[in-house]
């Protein structure tokens, strides 16, 4: 038996690939997007990707499952154990088989056994390995976002992100007693999480890539309570607000995603489009960091720095529906190419090309002018504060401003102020926050980007605000 894991840090998401040296045949469980690094990693062994499937119907990613399975010639399995509503549009078509409580497959000498362990999800797996060319007995489990190093997945994104009222609470019950079964399994048994430190679908991930079962019922904390209504209310506070994406990357994954025959990088447009584009309300991001945007930018673009939260605010700020583009420098050759595999792995493949940096220099040239957005200093925004008609507009999660926030300050997270945009009057002074500015600074190229004449950057946030003794409510 040969395993390999497989780890993007941007999504914090693991995949594997299961191999069998004997007869030259591979499974890939909870593959993403860009499948090449699985076949490449496949052809290296020697072996054949001829097995394909995921754990559940991924929230945070999409998923590479179908993709993969055409792109190597594999069978797909995929779970048809939560019910009609938690079916795979496309198994039919795509002839998957469906996995249930207690189905087994089979990769050459390895055997893996399906449980069905709901909670995180309605439909969701975990898969007990056996390489019963040396053992009769599982050595590890692909958890998927049942149990993480530490954690468990969480019960309330569908509630939360996916707008599903009312299960969360039900959905929390299912994970307690899918968790109290499980942990009958042998305490040796290794566990291979679909997530790590940094992943959003649970709320205190380790950093660590693998654990065991009886690790874990010692030192993970949902395994400490043995009350049903108390793992309930323990599992349900505090959890992270997730992207606004995550309802969209359900939808995808659950119906199936595009094919794409491979991920390709669009051509770099020429600086005279750039006017068509946004004439045409093509969303243009330009990429560049907070600091040089609010210096100077092409009027109607949105700042979306390169970071590790590209891809969050990217998910939730462009349209899936139609074509946008992309302002990049991308003097040494390989951040376009990156950012695409990127976007594509949260289902934006609608990259139609991108503009150089230099074509803000020209647009400047040609047209005269650059749209700047004030940075405000601490004492600035103090003396304008409760000044006739400016607006103050705290751009956190609803959670972080009900922890404290400016006197009179309006609460709209920058995830969602598309579509509450008209809750922020027009014409008037806006000063733009957030905890330490990076939210900020998107938020307030989406303001100008909309419309909004006079709007104002504080780059130090509330973070400032609070460490320097200012009052809050």
């Not at 362990?117 to 049942?146: I, Q």
Request: proline letters at 6%; glycine letters at 12%.
């Amino acid at each position: 038996m040969l395993l390999r894991r497989f780890y993007d840090p941007k999504l914090a998401q693991a995949s594997y690939l299961v191999g069998c040296t004997t007869t030259g045949e591979a499974l890939v469980v909870d593959p993403n997007r860009d499948v090449d690094p699985y076949l490449r990693a496949a052809d290296a062994e020697g072996l054949k990707v001829a097995h394909v499937t995921e754990t559940h119907i991924h929230a945070d990613f999409v998923s590479g499952a179908r993709e993969l399975a055409h792109r190597a010639g594999a069978r797909l399995y995929l779970s048809d154990a939560g019910g009609d509503s938690w079916r795979y549009g496309y198994s039919t078509e795509a002839g998957a088989t469906p996995l249930r409580e207690g189905s087994r497959l089979r990769v050459g000498t390895v055997e893996l056994q399906v449980l069905h362990v709901p909670g995180h999800t309605p439909e969701h797996l975990t898969l007990l390995v056996t390489d019963t060319a040396t053992a009769s007995e599982p050595m590890g489990a692909f958890t998927g976002d049942f149990i993480f190093v530490g954690d468990v997945g969480r019960p309330d994104l569908l509630e939360r992100a996916v707008q599903m009222r009312g299960t969360m609470e039900d959905s929390a019950r299912q994970l307690f007693r899918s968790l109290q079964r499980f942990r009958t399994q042998p305490d040796y048994l290794q566990i291979w999480p679909g997530h790590g430190a940094g992943s959003v679908c649970g709320k205190s991930l380790g950093g660590v890539p693998q654990t065991t079962l009886g690790y874990e019922k010692r030192f993970n904390w949902a395994f400490a309570i043995a009350d049903e209504s108390e793992f309930v209310r323990a599992v349900l506070a505090g959890q992270p607000e997730p992207p606004r994406y995550f309802a969209e990357m359900k939808r995808i994954n659950q119906s199936g995603p595009r094919l794409l025959g491979g991920i390709r990088t669009p051509a770099r447009l020429p600086v005279g489009m750039l006017a068509g584009v946004l004439a045409q309300a093509g969303p243009v991001v330009d990429t560049r960091q907070a600091p040089e945007f609010v210096l100077g930018a092409v009027p109607g673009t949105i700042n979306i720095p390169v970071n590790r939260a590209f891809t969050t605010w990217a998910g939730s700020l462009l349209p899936y529906d139609r074509d946008f583009y992309l302002i990049i420098d991308d003097r040494g050759g390989q951040m376009v190419d990156e950012l695409v595999r990127d976007l594509a792995g949260i289902g934006l493949d609608r990259l139609a090309g991108y503009f150089d940096t230099e074509t803000i220099e020209a647009w400047r040239a040609s047209n005269g002018q650059l749209q700047t957005i004030p940075t405000l200093t601490l004492a600035q925004v103090s003396s304008q504060l409760g000044a006739d008609g400016v607006i103050v507009l705290d751009v956190r999660g609803e959670g972080e401003w009900k922890g404290g926030h400016l006197p009179g300050s309006l609460n709209v997270p920058v995830g969602n102020l598309e579509r509450r945009m008209n809750e922020i009057p027009r014409g008037r002074p806006v000063i733009v926050h957030c905890q330490t500015g990076a939210r900020a600074a998107i938020a307030a190229s989406l303001l100008r980007a909309r419309g909004f004449p006079d709007v104002r950057f504080f780059r130090g946030g509330f973070a400032e605000w609070r460490a320097a003794g200012m009052p809050a409510e």
